[in-house]
């Protein structure tokens, strides 16, 4: 079929409140993106011609999310007739009056619907003629779902909600899964005879398969052969149980690519990030939004990691890092704090309790322990010193500092932005630098030390320290 003659239409009308949210159900996030995203991103993939999601809860929400991501689809609006079948009519007056093609009906809560399953429930409709084609699954507790029923040589009849089946026909397993294919003219000529005589007083869509049968038209129910793909989200323990699966897949299938995964039962990928051959996650990895992880690189044990990338034989160890570039055999970690803008050069080291924030660190360059570096470029092959804290804020605004290239800084030093130290300078230990530094000078806060003789003695008589003192002084 010609993408032309193709329109997807997406369920996101319903409130959801099983959820217990003030966000609407489809906006609930799973693997990186929210449920509806997953949704549109397999309709977008079938190159249809018209891609129709169909809103009303939080419509202004909802809507602002498909213009920002799928700014090519056509939003309709559910008016105030409650029921799938209005929803899916309120879609087919948004498309163009001469369309003529087929239109498949997906929901904006089943995020695990693939796009070959949806190309082959098409193409199964198309090549056998069918007006209608309803996707089903066979599960071991039919609760809560619409029965199919079949005739005693296997056809479609219809679907019988929950709600309005008899007791024999509760006894069903084999469910309607909420996707279908149908012709759009047959479809429009059934919604039009769909009534809401039911217990819910809505408009089914499934009234309408059972409205193309009668009106002597070819309908097929087929079974998915994986449940998961169809796995309906109505609550937020459905919620991590297609959350689980779904990450199972992902780490799965990055296994398969090349990447070792020690522990996928601990280890949690968004569908978003990029992973290169030969990787290794440690157990307690967590990779979210836009990180990519270049070849060879190691990332675990407990890292926490958003919007970052990671080149090639770096490691991060034990770390949270947001919104930074950790570029090639870099490493960073254990307990380090990485937040927005941190760039670290090749070969360069942010080591334990280290915060950084808009910051770089030039290739080679260390930042080993119990520092802070916050509006800063450090240049290549120069040290950090332990305890250091770039003192950025003057309380009312922000200010960047400047180290040089191959600078050595002492421990527990205060770089007092702005300030510049030049390339190959020094900075003795406990030194507040407040001026610029020249490049090879040696910075140093000049206080003599004084001790006063017997003063623990004198002043803390009895203690421990004073009995130590008379002891060694004897």
């Known amino acids: 079929m010609s993408e032309q003659h193709l329109a997807v239409v997406v369920l996101a009308a319903g409130e959801g409140t099983r959820m217990r949210s003030s966000k609407p159900k489809v906006m609930h996030e799973l693997a990186g993106l929210p449920l509806l995203g997953h949704a549109l991103a397999t309709a977008s993939s079938l190159d249809a011609a018209f891609v129709v999601p169909v809103v009303r809860y939080q419509k202004e929400l909802i809507s602002d999310y498909i213009k920002a991501f799928y700014p090519n689809a056509l939003i309709a609006e559910q008016d105030e007739i409650p029921g799938t079948g209005r929803a899916v009519e309120c879609a087919l007056a948004s498309l163009p009056a001469d369309f003529n093609g087929a239109v ?52 479609f009849i219809e679907i019988v909600e929950h709600r309005d089946a008899d007791a024999k026909q509760l006894e069903i397993n084999e469910v309607n899964a909420g996707v279908y294919v149908f012709d759009a003219a047959a479809l429009r000529e059934a919604l039009g005879k769909v009534g809401s005589h039911n217990a819910q007083g809505e408009k089914y869509l499934t009234d309408a398969a059972a409205e193309i049968l009668r009106a002597k038209k070819k309908v097929q129910a087929l079974a998915v052969s994986d449940n998961w793909l ?41 569908v978003t990030v990029q992973l290169g051959e030969d990787v290794t996650l440690l157990p307690g990895t967590h990779l979210k939004g836009l990180t990519k992880v270049a070849q060879g ?69 260390k930042v080993p322990h119990l520092s802070y570096v916050g509006d800063a470029e450090i240049g290549e092959q120069s040290n950090i010193g332990a305890g250091t804290i770039f003192a950025n804020y003057d309380g009312v605004n922000k200010h960047r500092s400047k180290i040089g290239s191959h600078v050595r800084s002492g421990s527990h030093n205060v770089f007092v932005a702005p300030v510049t130290i030049g390339d190959g300078a020094y900075t003795a230990a406990g030194t507040v630098v407040r001026k610029d530094v020249s490049p090879g000078d040696l910075a140093m806060n000049v206080a003599p030390q004084r001790n006063i003789a017997d003063w623990v003695i004198a002043k803390r008589a009895g203690s421990k320290a004073a009995e130590a003192a008379q002891k060694a002084n004897n």
């Open 104 to 155: 498949i009906v997906t929901s904006g809560d089943v995020p695990l619907l693939d796009v070959a399953t949806l190309e082959s429930l098409l193409e199964a409709h198309l090549n056998g003629g069918y007006s209608a084609t309803v996707l089903t699954a066979v599960v071991e507790d039919p609760t809560g779902y619409g029965r199919v029923m079949r005739s005693n040589d296997g056809k």
């Open 230 to 270: 169809v796995a309906g989200i109505n609550d937020r323990v459905q919620l991590s149980e297609v959350a689980a699966e779904l990450n199972y897949r992902i780490c799965e299938a990055w296994q398969l690519a090349g990447v070792t995964i020690l522990d996928p039962s601990s280890t949690f990928i968004d």
């Open 297 to 365: 690189a190691t990332v675990g044990p407990e890292v926490f990691m958003v919007d970052s990338a990671v080149g090639e034989s770096a490691t991060v160890v034990k770390s949270h890092v947001t919104g930074s570039i950790i570029d090639a055999n870099a490493s960073v970690g254990p307990f380090a704090f990485l937040r927005a803008g941190t760039e670290l050069g090749e070969g360069g080291k942010i080591g334990t309790f280290v915060e950084t924030k808009n910051a770089k660190i030039g290739p080679g360059s």
